[in-house]
């Protein structure tokens, strides 16, 4: 049979072979037909108008270049791969749900499971003996009536009253006697069962109250009140209330997510739900997974994930949904227009504090990733860092600075990472940490900036150094010239993994002395550091040209953004077109998505994250194990041990002389401000701008600690403020000179 574009395309066919030549001839199509069929038997397909010349052409093998070159010729067709191919090519669901295959799921599920259990137990114990019996107790004498009317009602048939008298009124006398028998022949012998129930019920009450012992009769008594307790409970008036009321949620249906996708405002769904069809195709049935639902789409052609991540706000609205429960996601083994739309059945922000799962940990290896945090299914997500640079940006407050905390603790409980902490902003949010840090500054004085460009100065060098070093190494040793954990363990070879950590690095990078040539170090160590071991932490608040130089931003490999202000800083934090392909830290609200940011870099794709939070107190829990671990293990070095690491530039300087020096012998206490004071102008070039709390983070190193030392303020007026004990101070001199000495 012919098929109806056969005309087309055979015109198409000849027009293109015949060439320019033939624009304005006439086409028999029937010739053409003819032609082709004999083509199909196996004869040269010559066309009806064709001319001598081009054959000759042909037969000479010459070009005829005045007319266009077939390169799309009919050539057979197949319906498509074999049934084979099909089943081999389709996807395989899982036997085993994926929460039960990965260990931290399945134990925090078990968790929650036997926590909800045992809450539910325990809620219930706690109330049999205090509410629950008293209530039974109470309600035993409703209970008794309640019993002796049901006996009574079923003894005379009364639950059939109401259809024979239905009966009656309808005149229906036939029907009417037929039930009377009936009622009588029921009655009959339900009196009789009655009787010898009731005298059944009387001869074992005679023996429980006469011939019984005394366990039996209390055990007696106590079922039959417990029993009638439960028959007097009213309907509205359950006995146990509930240990835990559930929080509703709407199911997810496909009926809901097509309404909702068509009311984003893509033309392409929206048109077709207008016609009557879904828009959409959904590849798999919406399942639950982790605490919320998960539906897998397949966009219409030309739709991708990146435009309905565009309208996440508009979705979240047509499901009916807080913002912080609808997730859309890339699938990155399928093309770019499968959705995995995920709706949780919480906000992410009312998630509450995420544990760190190291929190407890006595020992961690850097060469290991990093827990990090949990994305908005409850899986948790870590960091790898060997080999790795990683930029940390957000607007103020967002929980910068608590997620890079999170990472240098993980660094710090590896005891051979050398750690070199600059926390910029001078509030001591790193200070916890200063008793494991080779190099340590809090502050935003010039001085502590100079400190951070000097650190960036010695990394440079360090990163030549071990660049050296690594050529020299055996092939067997180091095959891929890098920093390995065998490597990093062989301390003869100084190459154990070295992380520095830049907090609030605008203040350092803007700066109009330092801030140049510190740039150019940072991206000479981002470039080469990376497989030497040298690795670099940096978080800022403004990420623009200025304060985040271009070589930084555009090469570190991990990068996570908390909430930013606009397209040009989200790009700049996570990369070039980030924003176009709908991976957006500015969709974070203030405030309330604190913590939660975008992650690029450490997973295939970028993944939303909810950081795991560490307090003072627990960071100084985590400071302590980390110091213990280098104690034991030899690797405490430079601040960690009171020694002023070695600088770029600037004066040398011996803090505790210094201190001594400016509190005389006379002055027993001394408040910590005064001595601020007083070193600022003994070495303005070192201590200018230092105030008291400056003076307790540089002593607490060296295990002298601040007390309430009462004095007189320069008004003449009383009180207490936090000092020193300068005996303490001399004892820990003498201490350390003495240790020197015997080295």
């Not at 069929?37 to 040269?44: A, L």
């Not at 510190?518 to 991206?523: P, T």
């Not at 998505?593 to 939303?608: C, K, S």
């Amino acid at each position: 049979m012919k098929h109806p574009d056969d005309d087309n395309e055979l015109f198409n066919r000849l027009e293109a072979e015949m060439g320019t030549d033939s624009k304005g001839d006439v086409v028999d199509l029937d010739k053409a037909r003819s032609a082709r069929t004999e083509s199909t038997d196996g004869t040269p397909d010559r066309s009806a108008d064709s001319k001598p010349t081009e054959s000759a052409h042909s037969e000479t093998g010459e070009s005829d270049d005045s007319g266009p070159t077939l390169v799309d010729r009919p050539a057979p067709t197949r319906s498509g791969p074999g049934l084979i191919d099909r089943i081999r090519d389709s996807k395989r669901l899982d036997i085993i749900p994926v929460w039960m295959k990965s260990g931290p799921e399945f134990k925090d599920a078990m968790g929650w499971l036997a926590g909800h259990v045992g809450h539910t137990i325990a809620f219930h114990a706690i109330r049999v003996p205090f509410l629950y019996v008293p209530k039974l107790i109470w309600r035993s004498p409703s209970g008794l009536v309640n019993a002796l009317g049901r006996i009574g009602r079923w003894a005379v048939d009364a639950e059939g009253e109401p259809l024979r008298q239905a009966e009656a009124r309808r005149e229906n006398s036939e029907l009417y006697l037929k039930l009377s028998r009936q009622r009588d022949r029921r009655v009959r012998l339900r009196m009789l069962l009655t009787f010898l129930g009731g005298l059944f019920a009387v001869v074992v009450g005679l023996f429980l109250v006469f011939g019984a012992e005394l366990m039996t009769q209390v055990i007696a008594a106590a079922v039959a009140v417990l029993t009638l307790g439960w028959l007097g409970a009213p309907a509205d008036a359950p006995l146990a209330t509930r240990a835990v009321i559930k929080t509703e949620v709407q199911k997810l249906t496909s009926d809901i997510v097509i309404k909702a996708m068509a009311s984003i405002g893509i033309g392409q769904i929206a048109s077709a739900v207008a016609k009557g069809q879904d828009g959409i195709r959904f590849v798999a049935p919406i399942t639950r997974e982790g605490p919320g639902w998960r539906a897998d789409i397949d966009l219409p052609l030309g739709v991708t994930v990146a435009d309905v991540a565009d309208r996440r706000a508009r979705l979240a609205s047509g499901l009916r949904r807080p913002l912080g429960c609808v997730w859309p996601d890339a699938d990155p083994n399928e093309h770019e227009g499968r959705l995995i739309l995920w709706v949780g059945d919480r906000d992410l922000s009312k998630t509450g504090t995420v544990k760190w799962a190291l929190a407890n940990v006595r020992k961690h290896d850097i060469f290991k990733r990093v827990p990090f945090g949990i994305d908005p299914r409850g899986r948790a997500q870590s960091v790898p860092m060997i080999q790795h640079n990683i930029l940390v940006g957000s607007l103020p407050g967002q929980g910068k600075t608590a997620s890079v905390r999170v990472l240098a603790c993980g660094a710090a409980l590896d005891p051979s990472v050398e750690l070199w902490l600059h926390e910029n902003k001078g509030t001591g949010d790193l200070d916890s940490l200063e008793c494991v840090s080779h190099r340590f500054v809090s502050g935003i004085d010039d001085d502590s900036i100079r400190y951070a460009a000097d650190s960036l100065k010695l990394l440079r060098e360090e990163v030549m150094r071990r660049a050296a070093a690594i050529k020299k190494l055996p092939r067997d040793l180091c095959p891929d010239k890098r920093v390995t954990r065998a490597i990093a363990d062989k301390r003869s070879l100084k190459l154990w993994p070295l992380v520095g950590v830049f907090d609030e690095c605008q203040n350092l990078f803007a700066h109009p002395k330092y801030g140049k040539q510190a740039g150019d170090d940072a991206e000479f160590i981002i470039k080469l550091g990376r497989a030497l071991g040298v690795i670099l932490v940096l978080a800022t608040q403004r990420p623009d040209k200025d304060s985040l130089p271009t070589g930084i931003s555009g090469n570190v490999s991990i990068r996570f953004a908390l909430k930013v202000a606009g397209q040009v800083e989200n790009d700049m934090i996570l990369g070039t077109s980030a924003y176009k392909n709908g991976v957006r830290a500015t969709s974070f609200r203030p405030e309330i998505d604190a913590g939660n940011g975008y992650l690029a870099g450490a997973t295939a794709l970028p993944v939303v994250v909810r950081t795991a939070y560490l307090d003072d107190p627990a960071t100084n829990a985590i400071a302590q194990r980390a110091h213990a671990l280098r104690k034991a293990e030899g690797t405490l070095s430079g601040h960690a041990l009171g020694e002023d690491t070695e600088r770029t530039s600037g004066p040398s300087y011996d803090l505790l002389a210094d201190v001594a020096a400016v509190v005389p012998p006379t002055e027993k206490r001394v408040w910590n401000e005064r001595i601020a004071a007083r070193l600022a102008e003994l070495r303005p070039e070192v201590y200018g701008g230092w105030k008291g709390e400056n003076v307790t983070s540089a002593l607490k190193p060296h295990g002298i600690k601040t007390t309430g030392v009462a004095g007189t303020t320069d008004d003449g007026e009383r009180t207490t403020r936090r000092g020193i004990v300068r005996d303490d101070l001399t004892k820990t001199i003498a201490e350390r000179d003495e240790n020197r000495g015997a080295a």
